[in-house]
């Protein structure tokens, strides 16, 4: 595929109801400055892209739990995702949440 359909379906996936409706509204009221975080991104985003994902293409796979399991086990793998997700879970979207 090219560059920008993958591109544009990378950011798509990241759009979520806390960009319609929350960014929305903290954008109205406080201007902006609320979506520079956003920007931000650019640089961690340039990182997966030059770094990870040839070392990903490289190793046949396409997903890090994917990885994990082909370099460890499936025990590992779930771990490994339940843990990530619980925390992630807990401290980035309960918090945007309440």
């Keep these: 595929m090219p560059w920008y359909v993958v591109g544009t379906s990378f ?8 960009q319609f ?16 975080a956003d920007w931000g991104n650019i640089w961690s985003f340039s990182l997966l892209i030059w770094f990870f994902i ?21 025990t590992v793998r779930t771990a490994v995702l339940r843990g990530v997700t619980i ?7 309960l918090a945007g949440v309440l």
Excluded: D, H, W
């Excluded at 950011?11 to 806390?18: D, G, W, Y």
């Excluded at 409706?21 to 520079?36: D, K, L, P, S």
């Design 87 to 93: 925390i992630s879970n807990i401290t980035a979207f």
């Design 54 to 74: 040839p070392f990903l293409l490289a190793s046949r796979v396409f997903t890090t739990p994917e990885f994990l399991e082909k370099r460890y086990s499936q």
């Design 11 to 18: 950011v798509a996936a990241n759009i979520s109801t806390e």
């Design 21 to 36: 409706i929350g960014m929305v509204g903290a954008a109205y009221v406080f201007g902006m400055c609320v979506a520079m």
